[in-house]
Structure formats: C-alpha cells, structure tokens
C-alpha cells in the first residue's frame, strides 16, 4: 500500500530557508518573529517528514547536507510560486505608471526578468524605463522627473536612498589579454567623464599608492566605455554587472594595481510618491538583489 503524500508546509520551509541566508537559525528567528525553540522544532519536523538530516553545525555555521541543498532548491521555488500567486491575486486590481531610472549596466543583464516578473504580478501598471548615469538620475528623482531610480554611491557616502546591496569594484581589460602593467609609464584609464563614483575612488586608491595614471579615453557612455576597453586602450573600472563576455576583471596584486573599496547601489524614491504601483516595483528590485546579493553579471 503506498504510502500517503506529506505536505511540507510553507512556513516551515520559509523558516529553513531564512535560516541558512542568514547563515544562523537563531537569527532566522528573529527575522520571523519565533522563539528559538519554536525553530528548532520546526527544523526537526521538516528533517522527519524528508527522513533526512537537512544541516550540520560546522562552527558558528550552518552546512547543508545533500538533501539540505536539494530541499533549499526546492523551496525557494515553491515560495516564489506561493508569493506570486499571492501578489498577483492581491494586485490584479494596481493600476498607474512608474517612471523607473537605471544605470545601463542592468539593461541587458536582470531588468527584462525583473519586468517580466512585475508586468505577471501587476498586469496594468506601465513602466517608463530611463538607462542613464547615476548622477543624472538621481537628480531627476529630486526633480520628480522619475519615481524610482537606482543608482551607485560610494560606501558610507551622503546617501539619499535605501541602501540595497554592497557590490565589489574591480579593474576589467579585454578578457584573455594577459593585461600587464608596465611600470615605466602611467597606467592608461578608460573612464566615464566626471562626475563619475567608479573614476574618483580609481584615481583616489592610485594617488594613495603613488602610481602614475593618464586619460587614455574618455567616454559619456558605458559602450563607448566597453569599446575603448576591448580595443586596450586601457583599463577600466566598474562591478561585474554587465560587464561583456569580451572584457574580464583582472587581479590587481599580480598586475601591481591597488584593491579597490565596493560602492552602495541605492534606490532612490521621488518624494509624495507612495502609489501603490510604485511601491510594489521598489519592493521587488530590493527583493531581486537580496536573491541574488547583489552580485549578477550579464
């Protein structure tokens, strides 16, 4: 006689997956609002029903076992579909438009999957979408020429928006060009013109090493910035996000070249306006990068 289905319940499986984000189930339980013990015993449930030990402790840490992973994979998805099913059900009804700015590093990589995600949940709201450079849509946010923008500042730096993510900055040259510096000269940039985050904390850690540097290129676009890269013109500096297949990051202690600190990619809202469209198309950018930490390359 075959044995009756178990039903994993949601909650709990919300619970496991916080808790291994979090790298701490005790953490997890504060994030759900739950007493510890009442984690615990959640945990040791959900082992019962898979027959399986889902984590071991490996210091302050957690380590999945096989089935943990599996179950993780599982999970995620399963609480996508609940949270969507929810969302569209609950915001079928969301009407307006949204005037969204972005970098154009996220053009091409992560914004038709976030669109793709938010036009299934929010049928009849419509997206205005604006690819520019930080500063420039930063202040059209101030001006309320766009609701939501997205946009990189320096860590700890005057920030006017929510903080989302930490993103690691690197130096890129044309990918299998065996970059190296040659310290007799000063080491060519290709940078966007000023005013530029990338440009200032490259020629900030340069100056504080001392190395020589010269404008090899410079561009108001970041093709134009790619371009001049891929020819070896020089190097440049951005995050992974969007860099193109043809362009690498390239290790700076072996190319004496100094480490470089990560920038804030912020969301920046225009004041008064709360709308729910608005509102639904923040969360769901803050949640994109929580998935995924920030760190997409396209």
């Known amino acids: ?74 999970a995620r998805r399963m609480l996508n579909i609940n949270d969507e099913v929810l969302s569209r059900i609950q915001n079928s009804r969301v009407a307006g438009s949204v005037r969204l700015g972005l970098p154009p590093d996220f053009s091409e990589t992560w914004l038709p999957g976030v669109l793709e995600r938010f036009a299934r949940t929010h049928p009849r709201v419509q997206i205005e979408v604006d690819a520019d450079r930080s500063t420039e849509l930063i202040q059209r946010v101030g001006t309320g020429q766009l609701d939501l923008a997205l946009g990189w500042t320096p860590i700890g730096g005057a920030e006017t928006g929510e903080v989302i993510a930490s993103v690691p900055v690197g130096w890129i040259a044309r990918a299998g060009s065996r970059f190296t510096r040659d310290v007799s000269q000063p080491l060519p940039l290709v940078v966007f013109n000023e005013p530029c985050v990338f440009r200032r904390l490259a020629l900030a850690a340069l100056d504080a090493e001392a190395i020589a540097w010269r404008l090899a290129f410079v561009s108001p676009s970041l093709p134009g910035l790619w371009a001049a890269v891929e020819a070896q013109l020089g190097v440049t500096i951005r995050t992974a996000i969007g860099v193109p297949e043809s362009l690498g990051l390239i290790d700076p202690l072996s190319n004496g070249l100094p480490p470089l600190p990560p920038v804030s990619l912020s969301v920046h809202r225009a004041a008064g306006r709360a709308e729910p469209a608005v509102q639904a198309l923040f969360e769901l950018i803050s949640a994109t990068f929580a998935e995924n930490n920030g760190h997409e390359r396209g």
Do not use: C
């Not at 009756?4 to 953490?27: C, H, I, M, W, Y």
């Not at 994030?31 to 030990?53: C, I, M, N, W």
């Open 1 to 74: 006689m075959m044995a009756a289905n178990k039903n994993l319940d949601l909650d709990t499986l919300r619970t496991f997956v916080r808790g291994v984000e979090l790298g701490s189930f005790a953490r997890a339980a504060v994030a759900v609002g739950r007493s510890a013990s009442a984690v615990s015993g959640q945990l040791r449930k959900l082992e019962a029903q898979v027959g399986e030990a889902l984590v071991v402790r490996s210091g302050r840490g957690l380590t999945l076992t096989p089935a943990g992973e599996v179950l993780l994979s599982y």
